[in-house]
């Protein structure tokens, strides 16, 4: 599963004035026609066309006329299903990231998924990046996990498909956005991976 392999992998993004990077902690799975709580379950729009396109790009939405999210686009073209960003911890550029957020404390530069976009710089404008060739990426190189055990619980903040345990998190990670351990998470021992992006599924 992609939202499992992207933790502890890094984003890095190389827009003005430099380069912003953090290693992915927490995930989200949307699985298009499959799930009530995505963006393509009724279908093609313009907000959400490039979920419809090839794997490996970025789709970048805006919500609560306030916040831009991220998500890496996962399945085959024609078969939407995207993995949110739900928050990164900071390596590179915490300058310019506590610039655009506004705030001074590194773990929450980039916790939760408005805050993710707002310190990478990331507006509609990105939506549609290609993931590994572009100016925002998701690195070539083995997830780093620091020990960390793969927590699984409900996602957060929808009102449909609640019951799925499609979010994941790195146990005990400073900068998760939500709730860092509940009693039915599910574990799993920590793992890496090199599995790429523009190849793999949700």
């Known amino acids: ?20 990077a953090g290693r992915i902690v927490e995930v989200e799975a949307y699985r298009g026609p499959l799930d ?12 959400n066309r490039v979920m419809f396109g090839p794997p490996g790009h970025a789709y970048v939405y ?3 006329g306030m916040h831009h999210c991220l998500n890496v686009v996962c399945e085959r073209k024609g078969t939407p299903a995207a993995v949110l960003v739900r928050a990164l911890e900071p390596l ?20 939760g998924p408005g805050c993710v976009a707002r310190a990478l ?5 990105h939506d549609g990046l290609d993931l590994v060739a572009g100016p925002l990426r998701v690195l070539d190189e083995p997830a780093r996990r620091d020990g960390r055990r793969v927590l699984a619980g409900p996602r957060i903040g929808i009102r449909v498909g609640t019951e799925r345990p499609w979010r994941f998190w790195l146990g005990g990670h400073p900068c998760v956005s939500g709730p860092r351990a509940s009693a039915g998470a599910s574990a799993r021992r920590r793992g890496t991976s090199t599995l790429t992006p523009s190849r793999t599924r949700p």
């Open 62 to 64: 805006f919500t609560y």
């Open 36 to 47: 009530p709580a995505s963006h393509a379950f009724r279908g093609e729009t313009p907000r």
């Open 92 to 111: 590179e550029g915490l300058e310019v990231a506590r610039a655009r957020r506004g705030v001074h404390e590194a773990h929450r530069l980039m916790r």
């Open 121 to 125: 710089g990331l507006t509609r404008a």
């Open 1 to 20: 599963m992609v939202a499992r392999a992207l933790l502890g992998r890094v984003i890095a993004c190389d827009l003005p004035p430099g380069r912003v």
